[in-house]
């Protein structure tokens, strides 16, 4: 009889132990199944680890604060983020995206075009929903919201040039190409051709067109040895030398507007990428994106590396705009 109790109460405490640990696990699976659900819904920093998430960015510095905006933004919604600033050229982070090695990158809408090898419409708005929809066909990779920050080409010269010239836009400087010089790096001859069809000339309209390095154009206005020249339109350097640009009243340049591109696949796994990454859209413009730029020079100038200035300076962007 002793016996048999012993083994009776055996069983019976081992039904109680195996009830609880049953409750145990699963007031943990219920916990982490919320946690995880208020995750992927509402991007709330306070839940569990999310990604890892393959950041990359281009070489050049405007491209890396982008990047790391994205990055900044994803790692405060709680995603863990593997950087890859300046990974390579236009060519090599394209390829880098299409076959799974990263995530996601900036990307501008003009440069997507010629990768795909479709002409300019000459309306952003057009250009950006022709590029989203081709991606997302042809490559499985998503654009999320594009920014009104353009960094392509323009036409500028200096104040005073512009005053002589009567001139605020490409519009009124066509009449007068004819009897002007025109300096120009050499990536900027075909922009300059494909003005055309909106603004009637092209370099051959020009008295002369003077390919030469792209500082060089600024120094061949400001001696007279020409009247207007082909600047980046993200170039904070032009205004610092006293130069404006001249407004692209027709948008005979194709538009460069930037948007963090990314795969389908992460996308569908983790959409609350876009509600994070989206609103800061509409705060990247062409004159913020000079400003920025140049207060990385300045930090470098002031002995900071070129990987903190740039976090820097994008981490006081984020707290100034109320997103991070």
């Avoid at 008295?207 to 400001?222: C, E, H, M, N, P």
């Avoid at 820097?312 to 997103?323: E, I, N, R, Y």
Wanted: proline share 5%; net charge positive.
């Amino acid at each position: 009889m002793t016996s048999l109790r012993s083994l009776r109460a055996k069983f019976v405490l081992s039904l109680l132990l195996s009830a609880l640990l049953l409750l145990s696990a699963c007031g943990t699976a219920g916990n982490s199944g919320g946690t995880q659900s208020s995750g992927n819904t509402s991007g709330n920093s306070s839940a569990g680890p999310k990604g890892p998430i393959t950041v990359a960015s281009k070489l050049d510095v405007e491209n890396q604060l982008l990047a790391k905006m994205y990055t900044l933004l994803l790692q405060k919604k709680g995603f863990t983020v593997n950087e890859k600033p300046a990974l390579g050229n236009s060519t090599i982070i394209f390829q880098a995206i299409k076959s799974g090695a990263i995530d996601l990158y900036p990307e501008f809408t003009y440069t997507a075009l010629n990768a795909l090898k479709m002409p300019t419409a000459h309306y952003p708005q057009k250009d950006y929903q022709t590029v989203k929809d081709a991606y997302n066909k042809q490559f499985n990779i998503t654009w999320l919201d594009a920014s009104p920050l353009n960094d392509g080409y323009g036409l500028c010269t200096t104040k005073d040039e512009a005053q002589k010239l009567g001139v605020t836009n490409i519009s009124q400087l066509a009449p007068k190409v004819s009897q002007l010089v025109l300096a120009s790096p050499s990536d900027g001859i075909s922009f300059i051709d494909g003005l055309k069809s909106t603004y009637g000339f092209d370099t051959k309209s020009f008295k002369q067109t003077q390919t030469i390095d792209y500082a060089l154009g600024f120094t061949a206005v400001s001696s007279d040895k020409a009247q207007v020249a082909v600047c980046y339109t993200t170039d904070s350097s032009a205004l610092q030398k006293g130069f404006i640009f001249l407004q692209d009243d027709k948008n005979g340049f194709p538009a460069f507007n930037p948007a963090p591109i990314v795969r389908n696949s992460v996308l569908q796994k983790y959409p609350d990428i876009a509600t994070t990454l989206n609103p800061l859209a509409p705060d990247l413009t062409t004159e913020v994106s000079m400003q920025l730029q140049s207060q990385v020079a300045e930090k470098q100038k002031a002995g900071a590396s070129a990987s903190k200035a740039i976090t820097d300076v994008a981490t006081d962007f984020l707290k100034s705009k109320g997103l991070l």
